[in-house]
């Protein structure tokens, strides 16, 4: 399917181009031809915007990053109308991301992509990471100060979590999603992790 581009936007229009082709056949299954036959042009006008394939899906990544981000700072809403509701939103958003989005979260999370050679990349993913920290900070204010784990480590946390759901009850076969939908999955993982930590009272 060609997408077609506006002259002078051939680097956004490879991009889309690129997120039509990742769902189907994963972020390194595809090829630079491929990705300018669906843009509608030669694979010789690829070489003018990216240097590879590699770079076309760096980019898809970037711009999956900068959403994502938005949405998690959209979604902490900086604790309102309460740390939980916000923290609990943040959660549904990285569903909502996941589930709304798939090239983009295919290229962040599949494709192998390592941040050494992108600072602009590793810094979108830090102020989306960062987000969660935040919250966790927050959460953690009515713990003492001894008993309160890193808030870096309660992200990892709760991002692996989140991605473990997205993999499990959105991306894996249909038999192996259980009757649960991946938000109450969700909401009750990190319901149990949190009380486990002493952030929430114990659910009587």
Do not use: C
């Not at 959460?139 to 993999?167: D, K, Y």
Request: proline share 7%.
């Amino acid at each position: 399917m060609k997408t077609g581009y506006h002259h002078g936007n051939l680097r956004q229009a490879l991009v889309e181009a690129a997120l039509t082709l990742i769902p189907g056949q994963g972020p390194l299954g595809f090829t630079l031809s491929e990705a300018a036959k669906a843009a509608g042009v030669t694979p010789a006008a690829v070489y003018r915007h990216f240097a590879g394939r590699d770079d076309l899906v760096a980019e898809v990544a970037r711009q999956g990053f900068d959403i994502f981000a938005a949405l998690m700072d959209y979604a902490w809403n900086e604790g309102k109308p309460t740390p939980l509701a916000g923290f609990e939103a943040t959660g549904r958003a990285y569903l909502a991301f996941a589930r709304k989005y798939p090239g983009h979260y295919m290229a962040m999370f599949e494709s192998g992509l390592s941040f050494d050679g992108h600072p602009d990349i590793a810094a979108l993913a830090q102020r989306a990471n960062g987000v969660i920290e935040r919250a966790a900070t927050v959460l953690s204010q009515n713990l003492p100060a001894g008993r309160r784990p890193p808030a870096t480590m309660v992200a990892a946390h709760i991002r692996a979590m989140s991605h473990g759901v997205v993999e499990l009850s959105m991306r894996g076969a249909p038999a192996s999603r259980g009757p649960y939908t991946p938000e109450d999955l969700l909401e009750a993982g990190i319901g149990i992790y949190l009380r486990g930590l002493g952030f929430l009272p114990p659910d009587n």
